[in-house]
Each structure stands twice: as C-alpha cells, then as structure tokens.
C-alpha cells in the first residue's frame, strides 16, 4: 500500500512537472529577452548582433532588446549571462572569443564549458588587415617590412584579451615573429573611430566592421583572412596572396543562455534563429558585409557546443606556446 502510495505520488509530480513545462513552452516567451553582446555598441558583434536579434524578435513575437556589456576582451559580458536568472530571458551573442578566453584567462568567473546551454551558431565573418588610410606601405609584403621596421612605435588596434582582434594580432605578429605595442580598446567600434583618425596604425578586424570604411577609401585594407577573395572586396588579396601562406582566421558566432535554461526555451530560440537566419534580410546585409548566415544544421544547441570544444582545444596548444595570458 505505502509503494503504491509513492508511486501515485511520483506520478503526480511528473504530471505536474510535465504540464508546467507544457505551460512554460506554450507561454514562452512572455515578455522581452535581452541578448548581451560583450563588446561595444557599433563594433562587428554588434551589428552581427541586432540583425539577428530583429528577426528573431518576430519569430518570438517578443523583442528582444541588445545590452552592450563590454570589457576584458569579452569575458565580462559572458560572465554577465552565466550569472543571469536561467529563466530564457537573457542570452549571449559572442564570437570565438569564448573559445580563446577559455586558455587565455586562468581565472575566469565561469567554467566556460558548463555555465551555458547553446542555441546555435549564426556566422562565421571573415578577418581583414587594415591600416589608418595614410600609411605608407601599398600591400602586405610593404606592410610587414615597416611593422619590423617600426616595432617599437607601429600601434595595433584590438578590443581586449580574448578578442577577436586580439587573435588575429596576435596570430599576425607571431606569423612575421614581430612583438608589436597593442592598443586595447572595449570594441572595434571605438578603435575604428580612431583609426579614421590615424590616433592609431593598424588593426585585425571583421569584415562586418571594416567592409563600408574598405569601399569608401577611409581606411587601407592589405589582406582578407579567408582561403579566397570577397565578392564584396574583389581588390583586397587574401593573406595567402601577400605572403602569408596559412593566415586564415575566422570568427564563428554563436547564441547562448545561462545553465539550467528550460530546454523549451532553449529549443524555441533556436527555431527563431533559423528563422531568422532564412531571412532574405539578414542574408542580404550579411552578404553586404561580406559574411554568411550559418546552416540550419549549425543553427542548433548540439553543432554550437561541438564547435566551441573542438576549439577550445584547437586554440589551447597555441595561446599556451605563444605565452600570452589576460592573468
Ligand atoms: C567587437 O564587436 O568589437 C569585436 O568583435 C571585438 C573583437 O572581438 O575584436
């Protein structure tokens, strides 16, 4: 009698449990969702961020609103959403930082494989090297000599440790064995203004950030990061081109919400981001911006958690060789 009574008891609770998370995934969402961009308002992740996050506001019948949360090269605002209510209104648009940021900082406020569920990955952007427009060299071959030539005042631009831009700088100096002084900045978006300022030399940046000032002769552009030219860049060469034979960098973005996420919210936003990422409209800017949206195979919980492991152990032996850590 006691056994039966237990498990009629057990049963209850399932059912219960059952239909709350019915309740849930039939209300979710109620009310706006805010998606938390590490880095500056106007940078790269950003735009790539508020394209993505309009269209899947209408899928989601609910806004979802961007709050810019810049700051150690990204491990700021991802810290920001592994700390938040895992109620599924907040979530996390970052880039191949979080993978990096995994070695580069030992001390970091969350455990970088197990604070966060996955919605999808949305784009893989492509880097360039670029330059403030009057500086002297013409291509990349002329840009490496004057960086050598120059070591101890030539300035890079980046957003901070763990930064895309950082990557790519990195990558670069060790690529022509040059240590070069580093400008960190809290985004591409601010050190962009002051490259069209000349206030800085060069910078690593994504083409989402850089392809408008490339096309309006504002800054100098010396080599793409993809294995081939951009449609939308057809003048600038790949780093191959220049000189640099294995110079390929690019910079996979993916969706993520706090641990303990209900799977129906987590499953319901990655539905809207593939969506979203159908979207004739994002397609298009994207394209313009000289990226592509992801597939709908990428756009789930299990290829943006296979992605962030394989790189996290791609980028391990590297940073680890090359010595540089944010702590
Ligand atoms: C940004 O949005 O500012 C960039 O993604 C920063 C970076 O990672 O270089």
């Known amino acids: 009698?006691?056994?039966?009574?237990?498990?009629?008891?057990?049963?209850?609770?399932?059912?219960?449990?059952?239909?709350?998370?019915?309740?849930?995934?039939?209300?979710y969402p109620e009310r706006t969702i805010t998606m938390v961009v590490p880095f500056s308002a106007g940078g790269p992740t950003d735009t790539v961020a508020r394209l993505v996050a309009e269209s899947m506001s209408k899928d989601l019948g609910q806004q979802i609103v961007v709050e810019n949360v810049g700051g150690a090269g990204g491990t700021l605002g991802a810290g920001r959403v592994a700390a938040a209510p895992a109620d599924g209104y907040t979530v996390l648009l970052h880039h191949i930082g979080m993978a990096t940021s995994a070695t580069l900082y030992r001390k970091l406020a969350y455990d970088t494989l197990n604070a966060f569920e996955y919605v999808g990955l949305v784009t893989d952007v492509p880097m360039t090297i670029v330059a403030r427009k009057d500086l002297e060299p013409t291509d990349l071959k002329g840009l490496i000599d004057y960086m050598k030539a120059n070591k101890d005042t030539v300035t890079v631009a980046n957003a901070g440790i763990g930064a895309a831009s950082h990557l790519c700088g990195m990558l670069l100096m060790?690529?022509?064995?040059?240590?070069?002084?580093?400008?960190?900045?809290?985004?591409?978006?601010?050190?962009m203004t002051d490259l069209l300022g000349g206030q800085v030399d060069i910078m690593c940046d994504q083409t989402t950030n850089t392809t408008k000032q490339i096309q309006g002769g504002t800054i100098k552009a010396y080599a793409v990061t993809s294995p081939a030219r951009?449609?939308?860049?057809?003048?600038?060469?790949?780093?191959?081109?220049?000189?640099?034979?294995?110079?390929?960098v690019g910079i996979w973005h993916g969706i993520y919400a706090p641990k303990g996420t209900p799977t129906e919210a987590v499953e319901r936003l990655s539905k809207a981001l593939q969506v979203a990422l159908k979207d004739q409209?994002?397609?298009?800017?994207?394209?313009?911006?000289?990226?592509?949206?992801?597939?709908?195979?990428?756009?789930?919980?299990?290829?943006?958690?296979?992605?962030?492991?394989?790189?996290?152990?791609?980028?391990?032996?590297?940073?680890?060789?090359?010595?540089?850590?944010?702590?």
């Open 1 to 27: 009698m006691k056994i039966l009574k237990t498990m009629l008891g057990l049963g209850a609770a399932f059912a219960v449990t059952l239909s709350s998370a019915a309740a849930f995934a039939e209300g």
């Open 174 to 191: 060790s690529a022509i064995d040059t240590p070069l002084v580093t400008v960190p900045y809290k985004g591409t978006g601010p050190a």
């Open 230 to 248: 951009l449609d939308v860049l057809p003048d600038v060469p790949t780093a191959a081109e220049g000189g640099l034979a294995d110079f390929q």
């Open 281 to 327: 409209n994002v397609a298009a800017r994207f394209a313009e911006l000289g990226t592509a949206p992801s597939s709908e195979a990428d756009a789930t919980p299990a290829a943006l958690k296979a992605k962030l492991e394989s790189e996290i152990a791609r980028w391990k032996p590297v940073i680890e060789a090359a010595g540089q850590f944010a702590d």
